[in-house]
């Protein structure tokens, strides 16, 4: 689905991009995205630069979730 530009004026994003197990979070006051896998807590959160490729991925191909959804987090998924 993806996630559109005026959508980051607006402020914080909480993406989930389950294609890769991941979300992410941006900051509207700081400015700053942070990056943490499905599994992880919010102390394995990492920030993350705005050229990262996966970020930049799930902008375009991820969807838009809730802060709840995010600080839950997701459980691992199993490979296949």
């Given at each position: 689905m993806g996630i559109a530009n005026k959508r980051f004026?607006?402020?914080d994003v909480?993406?989930?991009?389950?294609?890769?197990?991941?979300m992410f979070r941006w900051e509207h006051a700081t400015g700053k995205c942070f990056?943490?896998?499905y599994g992880e807590n919010q102390e394995d959160e990492d920030?993350?630069?705005?050229?990262?490729?996966l970020l930049n991925e799930a902008i375009?191909?991820?969807?838009?979730?809730?802060?709840?959804?995010?600080?839950a987090g997701k459980p691992a998924l199993r490979a296949k």
């Open positions: 004026r607006m402020g909480f993406i989930d991009y389950d294609y890769e197990n991941v990056r943490k896998f920030e993350v630069p705005h050229d990262n490729g375009r191909f991820g969807d838009e979730t809730d802060a709840q959804t995010y600080y």
